[in-house]
């Protein structure tokens, strides 16, 4: 059975562009002009991700974002046309999985897309509610992390990254491995990312970062989180 992927775009031009590129790729689509016939839709319809454009007439796409929210855990991928950094890193804060900047090309998308529905299984069929790894607690659906019973904050992507390997604790996991799992694809990410998120994470984390005891570096494999028992 093939998934249901939402397009609440307004633009009749790039709403037939993304049914084309996702049914060819093997996707039902259904589409909704604008957030208030989005959010029915998903309702009504229970899409497995939305596509969601920024810039729509009645709701901004963030404001739709954060409503879907309020409903629903579905992926969101939202298409943006800014360009600002800005913008992207708040699509990302206001719950949305991935974006996507148009022009986009219709591998790209329906590449993000799979990327994404991946993901999103991957991590529903393990459902813990605390992931225990030594004296650091990752509560996945509260999105809290706790090292030595205090409070640490996290931005989004570092979360997710922080989550995968707690998930995977003790374990070797392949740079590429994240890429895919936390960024959603290896073809459009720059593979610094993940060395300046793995740094970020060890200032968080670690009692001294440069010589890290806990998020270890393991050459020409990848990463550990390690166990500490
Ligand atoms: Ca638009």
Redesign the pocket.
């Known amino acids: 059975m093939s998934e249901l992927i939402l397009a609440i775009?307004?633009?009749e031009p790039v709403r037939d562009a993304i049914v084309a590129a996702l049914e060819s790729s093997g996707y039902q689509v259904i589409t909704a002009e604008d957030g208030e016939e989005g959010l029915e839709r998903l309702i009504s319809e229970r899409p497995d991700l939305v596509l969601l454009?920024l810039?729509?007439p009645k709701i901004h796409g963030m404001d739709v974002c954060a409503a879907i929210r309020e409903h629903s855990e579905v992926p969101v991928i939202m298409l943006t046309g800014l360009a600002a950094e800005d913008d992207r890193v708040e699509g990302l804060t206001r719950g949305a999985d991935d974006y996507i900047t148009k022009p986009f090309r219709a591998r790209e998308l329906a590449a993000r897309v799979r990327a994404v529905l991946r993901r999103s299984r991957h991590w529903s069929s393990d459902d813990r509610e605390e992931i225990v790894v030594g004296d650091l607690v990752v509560r996945p659906a509260a999105r809290e992390v706790y090292l030595h019973d205090e409070r640490v904050d996290f931005t989004p992507k570092e979360f997710d990254l922080l989550e995968y390997l707690a998930r995977n604790a003790g374990r070797i996991v392949a740079r590429d491995r994240l890429l895919e799992r936390v960024w959603g694809s290896d073809e459009y990410i720059d593979a610094r990312t993940l060395d300046v998120h793995i740094r970020w994470l060890r200032e968080k984390l670690e009692v001294d970062p440069s010589s890290p005891e806990r998020l270890l570096t393991i050459r020409g494999q990848g990463y550990m989180l390690v166990t500490g028992d």
């Open positions: 775009e307004d633009e454009d810039m729509l």
